[in-house]
């Protein structure tokens, strides 16, 4: 299985919630996790801007295959070996109803984790 590369609102508390809980589960190391909001992030280097990766989740396989949007959680979760997610968010049926929830979330996810973001990535600590 090819790794992935996940692009990420390193100043999100529930992003940083979910980023954690996945690295906890990178045992086989086939995921990178890159902090668009760091310093150091090179657009260059990467070929994503910080604006467009902070509009929607991007990710990019180790081919070179971009990846945005739900696509992106059904490879994480797949390589999490977390399958029932993966399946989930692999069902084309699904993907009209989880890309709208998630461009919700990406829109407001500021305000979101302000409220809940503290909490779940307490819990992520934890339980990951």
């Given amino acids: ?5 996940i692009y990420y609102d390193g100043e999100c508390p529930l992003c940083l919630a979910e980023i954690h809980f996945l690295k906890s589960r990178n ?25 467009l990766a902070l509009a929607a989740m991007h990710g990019r396989l180790a081919d070179g295959t971009q ?3 739900i ?12 399958p029932m997610l993966a399946w989930i968010f692999s069902r084309t049926w699904l993907e009209p109803f989880l890309s709208a929830m998630y461009y919700v979330f990406a829109k407001y996810r500021h305000s979101i984790s302000r409220t809940i973001g503290p909490m779940m990535l307490r819990l992520s600590k934890r339980f990951a």
């Fill in 71 to 82: 696509p992106v959680f059904t490879e994480a979760y797949r390589r999490s070996d977390l």
């Fill in 27 to 51: 045992k086989d190391h086939l995921i990178e996790f890159v902090d668009v909001t760091a310093a150091e992030y090179e657009e260059a280097t990467h070929q994503l801007s910080c604006q």
């Fill in 67 to 69: 990846l945005k949007g």
């Fill in 1 to 5: 299985m090819q790794s992935l590369t």
